[in-house]
């Protein structure tokens, strides 16, 4: 049980180039997130899925877009990398529940865009 | 929009101190409060998960209140050690499964 799993753990972008941040999770969970994490803040919702084939806006989603396919794999999506977007990503999932539950997170992915 | 606020920022104590943790949010309106610890270069490992209708949580160590009302948590940490030093974020979901966070207490227990 791998729980939620990131690639890559860094990467450098140039401006204007594109990639993809996977974020993998074995639990079975139906609800997946991605945030980033700026130096000495908080976290900051990007998007997020209920489960396959659904996803929706969270707090910041200018500039990513992301897919949910299969309840087990969620990317995020950079189109077209910008500066602002240097940053520590987060994935991470949580089991559907008619109670509060946990959200269980990835190692991060470090991102630099110069 | 809910907005989330911890302080202290930074906390050094030496081992063994009993030390509270501060976390404010501004819409009481919540589902859950919950926190965390982030090692430097490390993911989130939750620690405490206080349910809107609970008023505190005890995990070893640790324990958790949560004020609704006045829209106040705060995590105590008893016995302080060196492997306390982390970085401890607060959370609040709100409707829509979204987590608002605080900006974190950085905490250095000395030897």
């Known amino acids: 049980n791998a729980g939620v799993t990131q690639t890559p753990k860094f990467r450098i972008l140039k401006i204007g180039q594109s990639m993809t941040l996977q974020c993998a999770q074995d639990m079975n969970h139906n609800y997946m997130y991605w945030y980033r994490q700026d130096p000495g803040m908080g976290l900051k919702l990007i998007y997020y899925?209920?489960?396959?084939?659904?996803?929706d806006k969270g707090e910041v989603p200018n500039g990513y877009n992301v897919s949910r396919s299969t309840t087990e794999d969620f990317p995020l999506r950079l189109e077209l990398a910008a500066p602002s977007q240097t940053s520590v990503y987060f994935c991470?999932?949580?089991?559907?529940?008619?109670?509060?539950?946990?959200?269980?997170f990835g190692p991060g992915t470090r991102l630099t865009v110069t | 929009k809910q907005e989330v606020t911890q302080i202290p920022a930074a906390l050094s104590v030496p081992e063994g101190e009993n030390l509270v943790l501060n976390c404010s949010f501004t819409?009481?309106?919540?589902?859950?409060l919950q926190w965390f610890r982030q090692d430097p270069g490390k993911g989130l490992t939750s620690l405490l998960l206080i349910q809107s209708s609970q008023r505190e949580q005890t995990s070893g160590r640790l324990n958790a209140s949560l004020d609704k009302s006045s829209g106040r948590s705060t995590l105590y940490i008893a016995a302080s050690q060196p492997g306390d030093s982390a970085t401890y974020l607060c959370a609040v979901e709100n409707a829509g499964n979204m987590l608002t966070f605080g900006g974190g207490t950085r905490l250095m227990v000395k030897p």
């Open positions: 899925s209920v489960g396959a084939g659904i996803t």
């Open positions: 991470a999932s949580s089991p559907t529940s008619q109670n509060s539950y946990e959200q269980y």
């Open positions: 819409d009481s309106a919540i589902y859950n």
